[in-house]
DNA sequence: GGTGAAAGCGAGGACCA
DNA sequence: TGGTCCTCGCTTTCACC
C-alpha cells in the first residue's frame, strides 16, 4: 500500500469500470504493474468487490429507513437467528449490530410508506427475538457516496 | 424497464466489471442490444455509477459510527450550512436528513475509538448549528450490500 | 426492439531489467 | 518492483431485419 495504489483506489472506488489503460495513465504506470496491483489489491481483499450504484426512486422504492430494533434479551443464540433471518430480506439493504440503547440498526428500502409500514408490521416485527422497533426516515440524502477516505500513505 | 433490464441491473449491482460479453449471455441476447440497454440505463439515470467496494479494516478504518445530530433549530439556511459543511468531510460516509428526534443521521469511519472521539469533538461538534450529537457504533457489520431488490417488472 | 460483422482496443500473460 | 511486446477476446459501432 503506497501512494500509486492510494491512487488506485481513489479512482476505482470512483468509477469501476476504468479500464487499465486510463488508471495506468493516471498513476504513470504503463499498464502491466498497474494491473498487476490491482490484481492484488483484490486478491489481498482491500477491494472486495465492483458494484453498479443504482437509483432506488428509478426503481420505485420512494422510501428509506432506518430501524433500530430491541431484542427480548442477549442470548447469543437469539442475536444469531436475527441475523441470518435478516441477512435473507432483500428490502433490508444494511444491517449492523450496534451499540447504545437498541441491538440492531437496519437500513430498509420500499416503494411507499404504506408498503414500509406492512413490511415493519408482518417481516420485522416477527423476526425471532425482536421486542421493540423504532424507525426514522430519511427525508433527504445528503450524501450517499460510501467511499471510503483513502489514507495518503 | 422489463425482465431483460431486470436482470441485467441485478448483474452489474452484483459485479459491475461484468463484461458486455457475459452480461448478454445471462440475459440471452446478443452483446449489441445488451450493451444499448446498459448505455440507455445509465444515461436515464437508473445506474448512477460504478464503485469499487473497498474494505474499511484493511485501510485502517476500525470504526465505523452512526451519529446522530440535533440541530439548534430548524431555520432553512441553518440546514443547508450543515449539509454543506457535511459533504465536505471525507470521514463522513453518508448522510441522511432524518425524521423523528435527531435531525440527522451520519455514517462516520476512523481509525479507532481514540480517533473518532476526537474527530466527533473537534469537527462534529463544531459544525453550524449542532447542538446535540448521539453516536453509535457498529459492533458487527451483519449485511452491508447496499443491494437494491430488482422489482421482477 | 433484434442480429451479425468488422475495427480497434484493452486484458492479461511471458519475459526482461 | 517496473517496462515491453504480443495475442486473444471483448467493446463498440456499423448496416440491416
New binding site residues.
Given amino acids: 500500500m503506497d501512494k500509486?495504489d492510494a491512487k488506485i483506489l481513489s479512482a476505482l472506488q470512483d468509477d469501476a469500470r476504468m479500464?487499465?489503460?486510463?488508471l495506468s495513465e493516471r498513476v504513470a504506470?504503463?499498464?502491466?504493474?498497474c494491473?498487476?496491483?490491482v490484481k492484488a489489491l483484490e486478491e489481498t481483499g482491500v477491494i472486495r468487490g465492483y458494484h453498479a450504484e443504482l437509483d432506488p426512486r428509478r426503481l420505485g422504492y420512494d422510501v428509506t429507513a432506518f430501524v433500530n430494533v430491541m431484542l427480548e434479551n442477549h442470548r447469543a443464540d437469539l442475536g444469531d437467528s436475527f441475523e441470518i433471518a435478516v441477512q435473507g430480506i432483500p428490502q433490508v439493504v444494511a444491517c449492523h449490530n450496534v451499540s447504545g440503547r437498541y441491538d440492531f440498526m437496519l437500513e430498509v428500502v420500499a416503494p411507499d410508506l404504506e408498503a414500509f409500514g406492512e413490511f415493519a408490521r408482518n417481516v420485522l416485527r416477527t423476526l425471532p427475538g425482536v421486542k421493540e422497533i423504532y424507525s426514522s426516515f430519511s427525508l433527504k440524502s445528503i450524501k450517499r457516496t460510501r467511499s471510503i477516505p483513502i489514507p495518503p500513505a
Same sequence: chains 1, 2.
Fill in positions: 500509486v479500464t487499465v489503460a486510463e504506470l504503463t499498464s502491466s504493474p494491473w498487476r496491483r
